[in-house]
């Protein structure tokens, strides 16, 4: 399963870069996208993907003993996909104020100074 989601993951943040490196800003926001999911999954793999328990420990025990599924990794993920997704909300809104304003999403025709519109 691990092995899988590495090969997920490299393709994530590939598809990710190679979009990134595109001239238009959709692609732009699509490459962002891709590398924030690949981000999500990376979190979720490094903090183990077990099946177990939720962290409770009884009142008469010191430690836990028995596999249980940590909670760390699951709220910073939760807490990454609210934040990319109001991130992406902006981004998409801003690119369609900037295709409206100069009537392009490519980034070399958008690279002018006011003097030349």
């Not at 092995?3 to 870069?17: C, E, R, S, T």
């Not at 979190?43 to 836990?64: H, T, W």
């Not at 409206?100 to 519109?117: I, Q, R, S, Y």
């Amino acid at each position: 399963m691990e092995l899988l989601l590495v090969f997920i993951i490299g393709l994530l943040y590939g598809a990710g870069v190679y979009m990134i490196l595109r001239r238009s800003l959709v692609k732009l926001i699509i490459g962002l996208i891709l590398m924030g999911n690949g981000a999500n999954l990376l979190i979720f793999l490094l903090g183990r993907i077990v099946k177990g328990n939720p962290p409770l420990i009884n009142s008469d025990a010191n430690i836990l003993g028995e596999i249980y599924a940590d909670p760390i990794p699951q709220a910073l993920i939760l807490t990454a996909i609210v934040i990319s997704f109001g991130l992406q909300s902006f981004a998409i809104i801003l690119v369609k104020r900037a295709y409206k304003v100069v009537g392009t999403d490519d980034l070399d025709e958008m690279n002018a100074t006011d003097e030349d519109l």
